[in-house]
């Protein structure tokens, strides 16, 4: 009888595993041969050789691959790669076979294995050994089997895995189980121990039976997406270890070992898939477009996008035409003058609301301030003032004029020339704090304020800021005398 264990390879990624798996069967001295499934497309031509120098028997299943539905191993599993492992159907073709045993490529034996063959030599070709998997519902784990080959099996799981349903998990686990051990067809599932098939994982793993049945494990079987080549483990990690162990002792040329441990960067198994082609709508053929009495525009208008295009649009009740502002508030009066035009906005305290400048008259041009005339007009300005404040009585009034500032001078050279004129004249004169209070006859003070205003033009002031007010000899004057020292000393300095 010849007997052969097999494996399959689809892609880069498995041939660490798939040489390890090899070379430790031969390491423990199997008599069986060693075949493999092997996708030769997907791999580099290093990757062929190495495979080729290493299994009795290459069956190349580029041509020939069985693929599952892409869609629904991808709805079911999210794993695309394993709708390839269907490929696994064709073992049942290897008829030049008696017996093999199948193991996946990231298996590892820790015994000899060919014990198999003579164990279960009798069973017939409608039969599957395997042994369960971890976990819930209880059925086989497709990672180990033994099987007979048989062109009518394989012929029967062929057409079945063309049904609509042929596996419930989207791989060739659920399909070997649909077959063989839910739907009824004559064909059934041999239970192998446990022992022969051990699958470790991060998620599930029985540390005490590991402690007690450890020496008495044949196999294990590294499930997932992480393989020990992916990563190397310093830890704990006792079976990656071991595999680790083995491929060092199998690999110990430097390059060999930088392509085998290399993540893969060649096609890999996604250039099986079977996709529909997609085409643009706009790369299709159009008919000619119809014309324009052709068209069925409709009356209706357009939908509209935005939310905000489906507010009612509401005619106002009440519209504001612009117009001129004036506010009143007490005495106070402020008045806003459009700025379409060159008219002048003005502010005023005034109780009237007029400008001090229309209040003097001064101005009849309302274009601007004439430099030629500012002397003349300004000495004029306060005498205006004064004039409409006259007493009837002229020669019993007293004035008090308070210099502000000039522009030029501070306030106390003002009040220093006022008070030199004032002495030299036969007017009382009386220094203080707040400017000079002059008492005499109305028109003898006018006479004066007239000579200090001359006087101010004479060291070139040009503009005059003058407070004059008319009161009587009962008004409170404060005197501070410090404010007085410094008005004497500009007096006496200018003697």
Excluded at 305 to 326: C, D, G, K, Y
Aim: aromatic share 10%; proline share 5%.
């Amino acid at each position: 009888m010849t007997k052969a264990y097999a494996t399959l390879l689809h892609g880069e990624d498995y041939v660490p595993g798939a040489l390890t798996l090899a070379k430790t069967l031969l390491k423990f001295g199997t008599k069986a041969k060693l075949a493999i499934l092997l996708d030769k497309s997907s791999l580099s031509k290093k990757s062929v050789d190495l495979i080729e120098n290493t299994f009795h028997d290459v069956v190349d299943i580029s041509e020939t691959s069985v693929s599952a539905s892409v869609e629904k191993v991808a709805e079911k599993l999210g794993r695309k790669e394993l709708a390839i492992t269907f490929s696994k159907i064709l073992l049942w073709n290897l008829t030049n076979y008696d017996q093999i045993v199948f193991l996946d490529s990231d298996t590892l034996p820790l015994k000899p294995l060919d014990s198999l063959f003579e164990e279960f030599k009798e069973i017939s070709s409608k039969e599957i050994v395997a042994a369960p998997d971890i976990g819930w519902p209880d059925l086989f784990n497709s990672g180990v089997f033994l099987i007979k080959p048989s062109k009518q099996a394989f012929d029967e799981i062929l057409e079945f895995s063309k049904s609509s349903q042929p596996s419930f998990d989207g791989a060739d686990q659920g399909l070997l189980n649909e077959f063989f051990t839910i739907i009824d067809n004559g064909y059934s599932w041999v239970r192998l121990p446990f022992l022969y098939n051990v699958t470790p994982s991060a998620h599930y793993q029985y540390n005490p039976a590991l402690e007690r049945f450890r020496d008495q494990i044949r196999l294990v079987h590294f499930i997932g997406a992480s393989k020990p080549w992916h990563t190397r483990y310093e830890g704990n990690e006792e079976f990656r270890n071991v595999w680790w162990k083995h491929f060092d002792e199998f690999f110990s040329d430097e390059a060999t070992r930088i392509h085998l441990l290399s993540r893969p960067q060649g096609q890999g198994e996604a250039h099986l898939f079977k996709f529909t082609k997609l085409v643009n709508a706009w790369d299709t053929d159009e008919e000619q477009a119809p014309s324009l009495e052709n068209l069925n525009i409709s009356s209706q208008p357009p939908k509209k996008i935005f939310p905000w295009e489906e507010r009612e649009q509401v005619e106002p009740t009440r519209v504001w035409e612009p117009v001129s502002l004036a506010r009143e508030s007490g005495g106070r009066r402020e008045r806003r003058v459009s700025l379409d035009g060159n008219t002048e906005a003005r502010v005023s305290s005034i109780g009237s609301g007029r400008s001090l400048r229309r209040a003097s008259n001064q101005f009849k041009d309302e274009t601007g301030f004439n430099p030629e005339k500012s002397l003349e007009e300004v000495s004029k300005m306060p005498l205006k003032f004064l004039q409409s404040k006259r007493s009837a009585d002229e020669g019993g009034t007293d004035v008090c004029l308070i210099p502000i500032g000039t522009g030029k001078a501070s306030v106390s050279d003002e009040v220093a020339v006022i008070t030199k004129i004032a002495r030299e004249s036969s007017l009382e004169t009386t220094l203080h704090s707040a400017g000079t209070t002059i008492a005499g006859p109305w028109t003898d003070v006018m006479d004066l304020i007239g000579r200090f205003h001359e006087a101010l033009h004479a060291k070139g002031v040009v503009r005059i800021q003058s407070d004059i007010r008319v009161g009587t000899r009962t008004d409170k004057l404060q005197t501070p005398q410090d404010k007085v020292d410094v008005v004497e000393r500009k007096l006496k300095a200018n003697e």
